[in-house]
């Protein structure tokens, strides 16, 4: 009943905010003029998330919102040239007249820079302001950037982000992100405003993230504003296409290991997208059943992403989003023993995007998202089986408003129930039955103020909720910007972070990951980040970035390894509780110019965590803490419609428990004897250094006068290094004999992908 | 432009300054005491063994890292943790050590403390306690002969042990008796190999630590214990017993268990055993345990 209340209330502070928003329009500048609008894609109509629109005349600017909306106030009647930018597509500049009083609703449209067939690529970003396109934090990341780098058989969103700085990978086999020194859970992951729970297929090797069907991604590394929350340390943003609106358009990709189709075209007053993935190993599988033992019975992914828009009016735009997509394997292992495993996200969403005035615009976004995991290992008769489900429910808003140039205000609130169930069963008898039924809310107010055009504060609060143990709790967030001058900006950020829940997985397989959340006894782990940022432009088409963070992390909860068995246990005692912290300096150096472009990015960090009676108390570093991490990406445009593309990376070896010694013991219990390890402090060794180089090489053109074509040839780890993954100990040999588990060889990789 | 280029240097020179001590690989081996011993509520007295560690890369022999002529005792504490009763023992064989009073029966909810003073330069006392679980017994059970994987299980009422400050917990083994390779159960006659398998290793089978929260309780109190079809490698008679274990037994086989599968845990990221040994490693723990007899027929 409580909860139900707090909930109510989060919703009615959402619209007062609304309210109050409402009540300021009037007071708001006399006389000034306001121009707003949506930039768009020319040739499909697609909205442009963070596309940069200024007035050359009066040097004021706007970037466009998630909805590809962007808003200038406060400017004084006259004649102007309004330009529009965005990387990849042609400048448009226009005259624009603007008369006292009067409000401007101008939407643009601008032509992509790549013609399809060619390899021309247009810089368009070159002029453009340079406040508006570096946020503390953030990088986008835009869909070609995935396709082009060269992937392990499929191009994958969390493969391609991997290679900026800051972010990390576990290891060849894992797509999971760790972002400045914290675990895959403490990055929030949104598709279409919707959290999804377990982004990965083939048990962590990709993400569920389909190329084809990806508009737009931004990725807060750290410091992210008051507007989001709910998560310690990053929050990945993901927008799906909208469709084409202007006509039909469809592709079809075939690759080693899946194939994928995309339709788009217009609908009535919108459009549709519809992009279907799956795996096409069954072909394969069957071919190896007849010659190899223990191939699985099934074995096969598939995701479906879809999208519906509506434009009601010009201020009022309807779509409706859907993801499903499921992993499954059925492997016999032995006769009367055999293991099947069935996971995956379902996600829908409906967005409602309406402009109040010229000065406040909104979201609207209901959302449903559900992951579930079905585990069964049948051993000799002996059923082992796990269910674990989370279904999150939930209903959002989000306000801005631009009352002048000096001010802007964003504010929102967030409520929904988050059901997360586990069920575990031994021989047919119910072991585990953990259901928690929740509510959560929260809301956020954020103003930028501007004092001064060189200087912009921003400062935000937000206030969360979980019923889940009745915990309330306030994050403020703070971030100033300095542009010291056109080609050198400084950058600070602060904020509180709270995280009400807690992942259960393993690097080396997602396909068990497992959802748990605050209660009785497990508080909320929290944690402080500040980040420093220099922006800066060095050289004529070059930009270099440097970011410094600090992490905290406390309260950190997580299922403590030595719960082998939770039958009859509290709920807090499934969990050990500790604290870490990170800190890093990012180097992000990259040419936007020329034949050959790309970046090279290094990541200087240090990550550790504390945890009682491991490691005898003191802090080590996990696994994934990387010292040193560089990064260099290389286009070049070979001619007659080739492209080249190579990747570098060299890291330092991942931490690593060494060990020391042995002994045996013989517990009455079991004939067997027993060979346990002495070990020396956790992970302070060190595994060889990690360095890898992949090619790629994409021709275009078109496909017998059918369609365009794009051909990828790709080679990945091109010399082969053997990078170790861990060692791995023989306890049938006296003395115990240690083995190198190694990670990917030289793969090659082939995909044709037709356009039509 | 010079500006931007001293300010980034800056940057990066402070921070390299501050972070780039890179975690080193410097730690060795030394070798350590290690104790192991067993007792068994309301039964006499088990033998004591001591013996070092050796490197991992070397081959571990108790006979050759024996410790001998060490002085060790066992010694009964009150409920105060004061010396209620000491009970001496000495070294029969090399490193094995056995209680000279074959009378006293382990007390059940009673704490021992051993210690073992090695001679030599150091004189380095190892010390170990462990508080016995208290004893329970069988009401009832369901059958003495049953067809495998048929839809009735092995079913044993007991009555509850105690444990201070948590729920019980089980190690369940299974003892057979009649060992062929022909005998095996399917599942172990798959994955067992005839030439390369000691089914030796196998006579005694052990459950991992089952926590009572997965039985039953009975309205009188009492507790239904099923016996999982896994923890029959072998057909024809069968001994089972169920152990309730303490906290020493309980940390040392979850501890080993999570050095070789790892759960969550990162692979490579090993923990240390946590041993209660203390100047040492090594487990001093204790049981208290029932045993019932069980035929298992083909299918």
Request: one cysteine or more; proline letters at 5%.
């Amino acid at each position: 009943m409580i909860k139900q209340q707090i909930s109510k209330n989060l919703l009615r502070i959402g619209w007062i905010l609304l309210m109050l928003f409402g009540v300021l329009q009037p007071l708001s500048a006399q006389g000034k003029i306001t121009i707003t609008g949506f930039i768009t894609d020319e040739s499909s109509g697609e909205t442009l998330i963070a596309a940069n629109v200024y007035l050359v005349e009066s040097y004021q600017g706007a970037t466009t919102n998630t909805s590809g909306y962007y808003t200038i106030t406060d400017v004084e009647p006259g004649t102007y040239t309004l330009v529009a930018a965005y990387i990849g597509y042609n400048e448009n500049q226009q005259k624009v007249t603007l008369e006292a009083g009067e409000q401007y609703r101008i939407d643009i449209s601008l032509q992509p820079g790549y013609i399809r067939g060619q390899a021309v690529t247009v810089e368009a970003d070159a002029d453009s302001a340079i406040e508006e396109e570096k946020r503390i934090g953030v990088v986008s990341v835009k869909p070609s950037f995935v396709r082009e780098i060269p992937s392990v058989l499929e191009a994958d969103l969390f493969r391609s982000i991997q290679l900026l700085p800051g972010i990390k990978a576990a290891s060849d086999f894992s797509s999971g992100l760790y972002i400045r020194g914290g675990g895959p859970d403490q990055t929030l992951i949104l598709l279409d405003r919707t959290t999804v729970y377990n982004p990965s297929h083939f048990f962590g090797f990709f993400s569920t993230f389909n190329s084809d069907a990806i508009k737009d991604v931004e990725i807060f590394k750290g410091g992210y504003p008051a507007e989001y929350g709910g998560r310690l340390g990053a929050v990945l943003d993901i927008y799906n296409k909208d469709g084409n609106r202007k006509e039909f358009q469809g592709r079809t990709s075939i690759g080693l290991l899946a194939s994928r189709f995309l339709l788009e075209g217009p609908y009535k007053n919108g459009s549709f997208m519809l992009a279907v993935r799956r795996s096409t190993l069954e072909p394969l599988l069957a071919a190896l059943r007849n010659s190899i033992d223990d191939i699985p019975d099934a074995f096969y992914f598939y995701d479906i992403n879809g999208k519906l828009n509506y434009d009601i009016g010009q201020n009022d735009r309807l779509n409706l989003a859907f993801y499903s997509g499921i992993d499954k394997v059925d492997f016999p292992i032995a006769d009367n023993t055999e293991f099947n495993l069935r996971y995956g996200n379902r996600t829908l969403s409906t967005n409602w995007t309406h402009v109040f005035s010229p000065k406040v615009f909104s979201n609207f976004t209901l959302t449903a998202s559900q992951y579930f995991n079905e585990a069964e290992f049948f051993l000799s008769g002996t059923p082992i089986e796990r269910e674990n489900t989370v279904q999150d429910f939930s209903v959002k808003g989000d306000f801005e408003y631009i009352p002048n140039s000096k001010h802007s205000l964003k504010a929102g609130f967030w409520v929904g129930n988050l059901e997360l169930i586990l069920e575990n069963y031994f021989d047919n008898q119910q072991t585990l039955d953990e259901r928690v039924e929740t509510q959560y809310g929260s809301v956020y107010l954020q103003e930028a103020f501007r004092p001064i055009p060189q200087l912009i504060l921003k400062g935000g609060l937000r206030g969360n909720f979980i019923g889940e143990g009745d915990y309330t709790r306030l994050e403020p967030r703070f971030s100033m910007e300095y542009i010291y001058s056109q080609d050198l900006l400084y950058q600070f950020a602060y904020g509180r972070y709270y995280q009400f829940l807690t992942l259960i997985t393993n690097e080396a397989f997602s396909g068990f990951d497992t959802w748990l959340t605050t209660g009785d006894g497990v508080a909320p782990a929290w944690g402080d980040q500040f980040v420093f940022g220099v922006k800066s432009r060095p050289w004529e088409g070059y930009s270099l970035d440097v970011e410094l963070y600090y992490r905290s992390m406390r309260e950190l909860f997580e299922l403590n390894p030595r719960v082998f068995d939770p039958a009859g246990l509290d709920y807090a005692d499934l969990f050990r509780f500790g604290e870490g912290y990170s800190y890093g300096a990012e180097f992000f150096l990259e040419k936007k110019r020329g034949k050959v472009t790309g970046f090279l990015g290094y990541t200087l960090g240090t990550s550790r965590r504390q945890f009682p009676n491991f490691n005898n108390n003191d802090a080590y570093p996990p696994k994934y803490d990387r010292i040193h991490d560089v990064n260099l990406v290389a286009n070049y445009n070979l001619g007659r419609n080739w492209r080249f593309t190579g990747v570098f990376n060299y890291a330092t070896g991942q931490a690593v428990t060494e060990v020391l010694g042995r002994y045996s013991v013989q517990l009455p219990t079991a004939s067997e004897e027993r060979d346990p390890f002495i070990v020396g402090t956790l992970n302070a060794s060190r595994l060889p250094a990690y360095h890898r180089m992949d090619f790629g090489f994409t021709k275009n053109g078109r496909f017998f006068g059918f369609s365009d074509y794009e051909l990828q040839l790709q080679l990945i780890n091109v010399y082969s290094r053997r990078n170790i993954w861990f060692y791995s100990y023989d306890f049938d040999t006296n003395p115990i004999e240690r083995e190198d588990v190694r990670m990917l060889p030289i793969i090659p990789n082939v995909s044709l992908t037709l356009d039509f | 432009m010079r500006n931007i280029l001293n300010t980034l240097i800056m940057f990066v020179l402070a921070f390299m300054l501050f972070s780039s001590c890179e975690v080193t690989n410097s730690e060795e081996f030394v070798p350590e005491y290690f104790v192991e011993s067993y007792q068994f509520a309301m039964e006499p007295l088990q033998p004591v063994r001591l013996s070092r560690t050796v490197a991992f890369d070397q081959a571990y022999n108790f006979e050759a890292q024996a410790v001998r002529n060490a002085s060790v005792k066992i010694s009964m504490l009150d409920n105060s943790g004061n010396v209620e009763q000491v009970l001496d023992y000495a070294e029969t064989s090399p490193g094995v050590y056995m209680p000279a009073d074959t009378t006293h029966r382990v007390q059940p909810r009673a704490t021992y403390l051993l210690e073992a003073l090695v001679p030599g330069d150091e004189n380095v006392l190892v010390r170990s306690q462990t508080t016995i679980p208290d004893t329970f017994r069988i009401v009832d059970t369901n059958a003495d002969t049953l067809i495998y994987q048929a839809t009735d299980q092995l079913e044993i009422v007991v009555t509850q042990s105690f444990v201070e400050g948590r729920q019980n917990v089980f190690v369940f083994s299974t003892e057979a008796f009649d060992i062929r390779f022909d005998n095996l159960t399917p599942l172990f006659f798959e994955f067992l190999d005839e030439g390369e398998d000691d089914l030796e290793d196998f006579r005694v089978n052990e459950s991992p630590p089952v926590n009572e929260g997965n039985y039953d309780l009975n309205p009188d109190g009492t507790l239904t214990i099923k016996l999982p079809w896994l923890a029959v490698v072998f057909y024809g008679q069968n001994k089972i017993t169920a152990n309730a274990i303490d906290d020493n037994i309980f940390d040392f086989v979850i501890g080993s268990e999570l050095q070789v599968n790892p759960s969550t845990l990162s692979p490579g990221e090993i923990p240390n055993i946590v041993d209660h040994v203390e100047n040492g490693t090594g487990i001093f723990g204790s049981y208290a345990r029932i045993t019932d007899f069980i035929y298992i027929q083909r299918q």
